[in-house]
Structures are given as C-alpha cells and as structure tokens.
C-alpha cells in the first residue's frame, strides 16, 4: 500500500493545501463561508473531532464529557442516571449521547438542592 502524501512525524494525514481546495475556500465571501458551515460542510482541512465540537456548539448540545464535567458526575454515574431516566434526557445520534443545553439547565433547576429557610 503507497504512502500518504503528507505525513506528520506522529503519522497523522496532513491537509493536501496544494488540491485548490483551500485555494476557493479562501475565494468565498465570508457570509458564504459561514453559510457553508452552518449547513454542516466543514472547512477543507477540519477534522471529525472538530467538526463534531463545531456541531455540538452549533445545536446547542452538551456531550457526556461535558455534563460529567458540569455536574461533577462520574460517567458510569451519568450512565446510570440514563438507564434509570433519572438525568437530563439524552439524545442518541450515531452512538454517541449528547444532552440539550436547555434540557440540562431546566433538569439543574428542578434538581437543586433547597436552601435553608426555603419551602422544599
């Protein structure tokens, strides 16, 4: 099997810049950049991790490292609080769990623990 073309020491593919991908990318408006990537088509070089953080932030999700770090919860935590439907309400997409923000906030609210002097 040949050799990638751009190789980084570490072995990561490296962007082909020379394909004149890049080259009309660069040609477009800004508005219509932002067009293309709000529509989901990445930038010539992103790469799925950073695409799938443009998306989460695009959609207003959280993901499960996200919410663990927000509620300080555990994963094997936050995984049985899915099982249990006592968490926010997940939304499965291709295997992977994101949560909405607003959903996260609201569930945070009704699950806060009462102050003293509060009605409970």
């Not at 990318?25 to 930038?43: I, S």
């Not at 443009?54 to 499960?64: T, V």
């Not at 099982?83 to 569930?107: N, Q």
Request: net charge negative; glycine share 4%.
């Amino acid at each position: 099997m040949p050799e990638p073309k751009y190789m980084s020491p570490e072995g990561a593919d490296l962007p082909d810049y020379n394909d004149g991908t890049h080259a009309a990318w660069q040609a477009l408006d800004v508005n219509a950049r932002a067009e293309l990537l709000l529509q989901g088509v990445p930038f010539p070089s992103e790469t799925a991790t950073e695409t799938r953080c443009r998306l989460k932030r695009d959609l207003s999700l959280y993901d499960d490292d996200d919410l663990a770090a927000l509620l300080d919860k555990s994963h094997d935590t936050l995984a049985r609080m899915r099982v249990k439907g006592t968490g926010p309400v997940p939304i499965r997409v291709a295997r992977e769990i994101f949560y909405d923000r607003d959903d996260v906030h609201a569930w945070i609210k009704r699950h806060r623990d009462s102050v003293k002097g509060e009605a409970a």
